[in-house]
Every structure is written in C-alpha cells, then in structure tokens.
C-alpha cells in the first residue's frame, strides 16, 4: 500500500492499532450477568463469569448482532462461519486461565476506515474484528501490600478491532482512533466512554530505515484517551530510535504510559501468538451467521458519517473540513440539518453550529441534543442575519437571549420570537444607504489626518474611519454598506 510517510529523524514510524470496543449488551457474551458500570465489586459475576465447575457458556445473539453492525459499516466480509477458541494464560483477574475469543476464523474480516487528516484523506486497512470476552480487574489502589480482584468485568462482550500496520504517524494514530470511536458509537454497537474503559486502544509502535522491513514493536496498552495516545506514541518513538542509534536492539514488549512522567515504561515481554497456545474451544459450537440475518441487520443502519459528511459537501457546498466536523455525532448533523431547513444559509448554519453554538455547549458541559436554542430558532436568527436585519455582533446578543430563555417554537413563531428580542433590545441593523450616506459624509469631513493617510495608502487609517461610523450609528450600520460607501467617498 503506498502512503505518504513522515520521518523522524530519518526512521520512518509504522503503527498498528488493536482496539476494545465494549458492546453495548444488557448482559455478557457467554452468561445472562449484567454489563452495567459501577456496580459493587463482584455483585455482577454469575456461576459462567467465575467459571465454576459444570458451567457452560451460551453465546449472547445481541453481540453477534453487533459485530455484524460493525463489519457492514466498515465494508468488510462477514465470515458465515466462524469459531471461538480458548486463548490460554495465566492472570489472577482471569477466573478460568483463559479466555475465549477467536482466532483462525474471526466473524468480521478486512474492511477499512477512512478518514481526514487536515486536508489529505487517509485510509486504514483492517485486519479483522473478532468477538471475545474481558477478563476482570485487579485493584492495587486500596489495599496495602495485597491485590484484590474485581470480577465484574470478567465475560464483558469485547469486539477487538485490528488494522495492518498503515499508520505512520501519532497524529494519524490519533485521527484514525477519533474516526473509529466516532463509527462504533454512530452504529449504536458502543458507548465509547474511555474513562470507563468501553473503549481502550492498544498502539503497536516500531520504527525503521525507509525501505528496509518493518522494525520490532513494542506494544503500548490501554490507552484511554487521545491526548495521551499522541503523548505515548512520540515518547515511544523517540525512545525506540534513541535505542537504535546508540547501537541497542529493540525487543518485543509490552509497555504502559505513565501520564504523570510522560513515558512509557515496559511491564512484560510481549507474547507471540503461539505462546497462548490456542485451540478450538469444545463447549462452543461454531457461530454461524445467515445471509438474510445481514440483511436484515444492514437494512436498521443509519447512514454512515463518511457517506453523510460527502452529502453535505454535495447539497450544500460546505467544505470537507465543516462537512467532517458536523459529523462527529448524529445529534449535530442532525441538529445542522435541520438548522439549514428553518431557513439558514448553510455556510453560515454551519459556521455557527462549529463556533458559538459549540463554544457555549462546551462551556455548559451539555450536548447539542440538550441545546436550549432549537435548530429552529437558530435557523430564524441566522435568517435575520442573511437579509440584513442583524449583524454578526448583534446576532450573538440575540442568541444569548434565546440560549437564556429557552422554549419551543418553529417556522413563523421562531421568527417572530427573534424579531421580539430584536426590537425590544434595539438591535435592528441600520441599512438605509441615505441615512448612511449622509454619516459617512460627516465622518470622512471631520476627520481629514485619517482621510490624509488613507489616501496615502495606509489601511488602518480606513479602519479607523470605519470605527469612527459605526460608532456615530452605535455599531447598527451594516458593515459591509458602510465598508462600500466610504470607499466610494475616498474615491478608492
């Protein structure tokens, strides 16, 4: 695959990303205990998750389901028929010794993700995506010289997403991590809450020479958020070379990032596949998939980002940056399109959704399905920006007392509610060409230095002029008027 590559330092860096994304079930993969976060510790462990003797696991319908979400969305292949087989290793939060997932025969293979990086578009290929279950959780934090262990997670429903190693950057590993996470919560299959573990990424980072065969990775685990993701990479990419150049041989690890020092720091040889000494497991049979279940699961998908953000571009001639960006979630393409349907100019909708609306939903720390201003109201304001009525500045006043009062309205009451707050705040931009003319007069004649200067080709001086009006008429004239009418009395 040829792709565009950055140096450091001369190394080319090459990244591989494996990805836990926890489905979003009611109950686990092989056993009817809830999912739910934050329950007491080992309160939501049945018989099957502690693997107690006689037990036998049932594969959950509603993961599978999922997984076929995912591979339909990405465009891979869904194996008819897949197996599960038993990874075997030893960790104190592993009840069983192993755990089941699949190996030779995933559920969902190939696909890819694309995405934007700046203005290039950039494709990530996948390997495959299989089913398996989590193990649980040790705890260090409270208790003094022990360990204990939380089986609450253990036979949580993980589909482990794999690409080939395309990424050749920590700010591509980035925006192929914010494009997968943006997909798996679109397609309902995750909540993709990182804090809670939902979705924890696994970066494998090597380095080598342009042209020669792809380094030793070291594998850096659970990382659980973007910053830190980007942090971990340029550290372990700055280490790996370091090694290389002082004469070191890199070898095969598994590394943790420590966010307080910055650095990543080795926990434990890395394992090769035949270490864990899979086999087909013999309390499963194969999962198979019918035809007319894909059908059926590919006909309840919504339409997808990328295919959504290339309508925007298409119908209403946005860029591709403001078409990516109003996609980061179902609520604001929706939120934007119907903005656009209450009257808005797209661009300016668009500019609006991205800049204030955003700034003030941030600074709320509430999503745009909760915004006080309806995609209505905003629609209206931003029509009264268009014909004139308001200026960019004054329409920022209006929208401060729609977003402090909120309340429903559509179509013709949303207007007339904008036009009340307009009148009542005396708002209305000022647009009557005599009654500018005749101010524009008075300015430029009270003000011959700056007349002087401007002529003399310096622009700050117009700015000034422009400054001098817009006061006279209390920052109500149409800029874009008073910007033409003073050129036209400078003779420039």
Known sequence: MTRSSFLVQGYEVVIGFETHAQLSTRSKIFSRAATAFGAEPNTQACAVDLALPGTLPVMNRAAVECAIRFGLAVGAHIAPRSVFARKNYFYPDLPKGYQISQYEIPVVQGGAIEFYLGQERRTVRLVRAHLEEDAGKSLHEDFHGMSGIDLNRAGTPLLEIVT????????????????????????????????????????????????????????????????????????????QIEQLEDGHAIEQATVLFDPDTGETRAMRTKEDAADYRYF????????????????????????????????????????????????????????????????????????????????????????????????????????????????????????????????AATGDEALARVDAIIAAKGLRQMSDTGALQAIVEQVVAANPKNVAEYRAGKEKAFNALVGQVMKATQGKANPQQVNELLRRALGG
């Open 164 to 239: 080939e190693p395309d990424i050749r950057s920590s700010a591509e590993a980035v925006a192929y991590a914010k494009e997968l996470h943006k997909l798996v919560t679109w397609i309902g299959i995750c909540d993709g809450n990182m804090q809670e573990g939902s979705f924890r990424c696994d970066a494998n980072v090597s380095v080598r020479k342009p042209g020669q065969p792809l380094g030793t990775r070291r594998e850096i685990k659970n990382l659980n958020s973007f910053k830190f993701m980007q942090q971990a990479i340029d550290y372990e990419v700055r280490w």
């Open 280 to 407: 087909p497991d013999p309390d499963l049979p194969p999962l198979v998939i019918d035809p007319e279940w894909v059908a059926q699961v590919r006909a309840t998908l919504p339409e997808l980002p990328r295919a959504l953000a290339e309508r925007l571009v298409r119908e209403h001639g946005l860029p591709d940056y403001d078409a990516t960006t109003l996609t980061q979630s179902p609520a604001m393409a929706a939120y934007f399109e119907a903005t656009v349907r209450a009257g808005a100019p797209a661009k300016a909708a668009s500019n609006w959704i991205m800049g204030e609306v955003s700034r003030r939903l941030n600074a709320a720390d509430i999503g745009i399905e909760s915004c006080p201003v309806s995609p209505a109201l905003l629609g209206a304001l931003l029509q009264r920006v268009a014909d004139g009525t308001l200026s960019n500045n004054a329409a920022k006043q209006v929208f401060d007392a729609l977003w402090a009062e909120p309340g």
